[in-house]
């Protein structure tokens, strides 16, 4: 029998031949810390007073919030004027402040110990290109910025992307992961938050250098967006994306598997809002996962998962009932 990693990697592959279907991040181990993420993202912690990253966006994590979220106003936003963006953003210097082997050799250790053990390292990359760009004016202004001034965001969109190729480097060639967990949310449950030329435009060439350098280094690389974005996988195939993690069923999954064929894998499909509630029942996780695994998992090159950009619910009791509900499937379709 195959073990979780091997899997794993022939769910990811082309042309793989996979046993049974992986139970959501099977196989890997989260690794999210590294100087560059503490340098950029400070320490956070629920209930603690309102911070700012270095970027200078205000982040906030209320007691009894889930996590820590943006907080944008008309006072506070970074960016108040694009045409004067280069004045009124300080573009962090990762170079100067995070390149010193010396602050990466404890976490270089701790990502040797989980690969000797036989697992896969996930390092991880939040705050794309485009959550960016919204973190530093707001989504309104985001949005009338490409329309009125698509020069001076076209320049500070390829700032951001540079930043993030930068900041990807010193993640891959100090920890050499096995997987990389980059986030960037490009849609709504409905639609894209741009058209799909606007993306195309702004967004999408500032992630090709930096899923290119990943590809060379042979990083699988794992694009989170819980989106919808049926009119943009091919694009994602053209960046490298190997697997496309937080599918959410609003998109057609099996249309999608039927189209892409094994190019990219699909890990996500389990509807969050039927199971990661405070009052779920397990009848509920477990009709909502059954449905997910019978509804793609014929189709191949699908990893059942929360659609959520890390692993684990918000509730602990969800977890274990999804991961025992894709074994039982497991075992009663393919006798495993």
């Known amino acids: 029998m195959l073990t979780s990693v091997q899997n ?13 279907l992986s139970r959501q991040y099977e196989g890997t181990v ?44 008309d006072e506070n936003k970074v960016i108040s004027d694009i045409t004067e963006w280069k004045d009124q953003l300080v573009m962090p ?4 402040n995070c390149s010193d082997p010396a602050l990466w050799e404890p976490f270089v250790k701790q990502a040797e ?7 896969l390292v ?33 320049d500070l969109c390829n700032a951001i992307g540079e ?3 930068q900041y990807m480097k010193l993640i891959v060639d100090h920890i050499k992961p096995d997987v990389m967990l980059s986030h960037d949310d490009w849609g709504s449950k409905n639609s894209l938050f741009v058209s799909p030329d606007t993306w195309r435009e702004f967004i999408k060439p ?58 990219m894998t699909l890990m996500g499909g389990i509807d969050a809002s039927i199971v990661d509630r405070a009052d779920s029942t397990e009848e509920e996780i477990r009709k909502e996962v059954r449905r ?32 025992d509900e894709i074994a039982k499937y497991n075992k009663e379709v393919y006798g495993i």
Not at 208 to 227: F, L, P
């Open 163 to 165: 930043y993030r190729y």
């Open 93 to 96: 210097d990762l170079e100067a």
């Open 206 to 263: 500032n992630y090709a250098k930096t899923y290119g350098y990943m590809k060379e280094k042979g990083v699988i690389i794992m694009h989170h967006a819980d989106s919808f974005m049926e009119q943009i996988v091919e694009d994602m195939v053209d960046l490298g994306i190997d697997i496309w993690q937080g599918v959410i069923p609003e998109n057609d999954i099996p249309k999608l598997q039927k189209q892409l064929n094994g190019r």
């Open 8 to 20: 794993f990697l022939e769910t990811v592959k082309p042309d793989g031949k996979p046993e049974r």
């Open 122 to 154: 996930m390092a991880f990359m939040p705050t794309g290109v485009f959550e960016r760009l919204h973190f530093l004016m707001g989504f309104e202004d985001m949005l009338m910025n490409f329309l009125l001034e698509p020069e001076d965001m076209m």
């Open 292 to 323: 997910a695994c019978e509804a793609y998992g014929p189709g191949g090159h699908f990893i059942p998962c929360i659609t959520y950009g890390a692993p684990g619910c918000l509730f602990p009791h969800v977890d274990p009932i999804i991961d």
């Open 30 to 73: 989260f690794f999210p810390p590294n100087p560059a993420s503490t340098y950029i993202r400070g320490v956070r912690k629920a209930g603690m007073d309102p911070m700012k990253d270095r970027f200078g966006t205000t982040i906030l994590w209320p007691a009894g919030q889930v996590a820590a979220m943006p907080h944008v106003t």
């Open 113 to 119: 110990e989980i690969r000797a053990k036989g697992e």
